[in-house]
């Protein structure tokens, strides 16, 4: 899908694109109210790209937003439908087995240090330490607080390590296995992507 | 074709990472690899008010992991933010080139201005020096992507282009995106210089033993005299 967005250079092809991605968003019950927002980025980013264009016509313009929200459109189908112990697992067959277990690590610890920064910076707002418009106030408090957070991190790294080491970890031991190959359900969504590649590349 | 030399580029970094670390460094590495991505990943999600930017902490997890973590830290968290649309899959390969020339920059300019002034005010001048050098670097790559890398290894002038029949394609104006880019880039690296220093100079008085670089150089502040 990713591939259709870089090479087509038409329009329509791409309008079309996204209404597919964001048709399937819908059907798999992905509420686009709470991750429609995601898209902003790209489209933000892409925005800055295509008006530093020299020629400068409308379409351009649109077509290098349109493509960039396109294919995060793609990511996020992929995302929000997919675990992401699974995404990693299949990164498996492309990267050696420390990136994907780093990444699975990553993405565990992530969550674990949201809630801590959540507390944190709850009791900084009933604080009175952080406020919209007080630059030099937050960026201080923010400071303080990221430290905490920055510290509690290691100290949480630190108590992984010795869970994975009494329990033998070696490099590539948290995804051996055959579990992540390929089934037939994944033949659908190969397919409809092969046709929408087919699709911009003849047409 | 960039794209293609984006990610060989990236690949090649990233397997001189992973050989020059033996094995069983790369085991103890990994939790504290992976809680700064996630720390990285976090910090971008702080929210800074009405300023139109976000922190990327590179250099300080450049001076925290070393250089050659620094640079799979870096790749891993483009990795994760281009998989939720925030930044190109295609362009992980030199989005890490460039986030990992922060880090690797940033790592050694800390190194050598600790020896000469304090480590906070060191960790800021390698921030900002080290995001200027990136930003640059991101504007430079901008430019060249918008020329076929053929051209580039062509003896000829640009101005015989028009003779052989090849253009050279420029549909962005480099100087306009820098007009855009660099107001937005400056504001965050002062932030960014800012809150790394904050952040360095708060480690240094809780547990200076992390800044393995200025505990080295015996310069840590205030501790002149106090034993670990």
């Known amino acids: 899908m990713v591939s259709a967005v870089v090479v087509t250079q038409k329009l329509f092809h791409l309008v079309l694109t996204l209404s597919f991605l964001l048709g399937l968003l819908l059907m798999a019950g992905v509420p686009l109210t709470k991750f429609g927002h995601l898209l902003f980025f790209p489209a933000f980013l892409g925005s800055i790209f295509a008006f530093s264009g020299i020629s400068g016509s409308w379409w351009q313009v649109v077509l290098v937003i349109i493509k960039s929200v396109t294919a995060a459109s793609a990511l996020l189908l992929l995302i929000a439908t997919t675990g992401a112990p699974a995404i990693f697992a299949c990164l498996r067959l492309i990267f050696p087995p420390l990136i994907v277990d780093a990444l699975f690590i990553t993405y565990r610890s992530f969550f674990i240090l949201l809630d801590e920064l959540t507390s944190l910076f709850t009791a900084l707002k009933v604080k009175a330490g952080y406020s919209p418009v007080r630059l030099i106030l937050n960026l201080r408090n923010i400071a303080n607080a990221l430290g905490l957070l920055l510290i509690r991190s290691l100290e949480i790294s630190e108590r992984m390590y010795k869970v994975l080491a009494l329990r033998g ?34 047409l | 074709m960039w794209l293609v030399l984006g990610f060989t580029g990236t ?6 990472a992973t050989l020059r670390m033996r094995r069983e ?3 103890s590495s990994l939790p504290r690899l992976s809680v700064i991505c996630a720390f990285m990943l976090l910090a971008m999600s702080v929210p800074l008010g009405f300023l139109p930017t976000h922190l990327n902490l590179t250099v300080l997890a450049g001076i925290l992991l070393g250089p050659w973590l620094g640079i799979i830290a870096s790749f891993i968290v483009n990795l994760i933010l281009a998989l939720v649309g925030h930044g190109g899959i295609t362009v992980v390969g030199l989005n890490t080139l460039v986030v990992g020339s922060e880090v690797v920059l940033g790592y050694n300019l800390f190194k050598a201005l600790s020896r000469r002034v304090r480590p906070v005010l060191a960790a800021a001048l390698a921030t900002a020096l080290a995001l200027l050098v990136s930003t640059a670097l991101m504007i430079g790559l901008v430019g060249l992507t918008q020329i076929e890398p053929s051209l580039l290894l062509h003896d000829h002038d640009f101005g015989h282009e028009e003779e052989h029949g090849i253009g050279v394609p420029q549909e962005i104006s480099l100087a306009r995106f820098a007009q855009i880019v660099l107001p937005i880039s400056l504001v965050g690296i002062i932030l960014e210089s800012t809150v790394t220093s904050l952040l360095i100079g708060y480690l240094l008085k809780v547990k200076p033993d992390l800044i393995d670089i200025a505990k080295d150089e015996g310069q840590m502040e205030g501790e002149k005299g106090l034993t670990r």
Do not use: M, N, R
């Open chain 1, 169 to 202: 970890y070696q490099e590539g031991l948290l995804f051996s296995g055959s579990w992540y190959q390929p089934t037939k359900y994944d033949l659908g969504p190969l397919l409809a992507s092969a046709l929408v590649l087919l699709w911009v590349v003849v």
């Open chain 2, 11 to 16: 690949a090649a970094l990233l397997a001189l």
């Open chain 2, 25 to 27: 460094e790369i085991t």
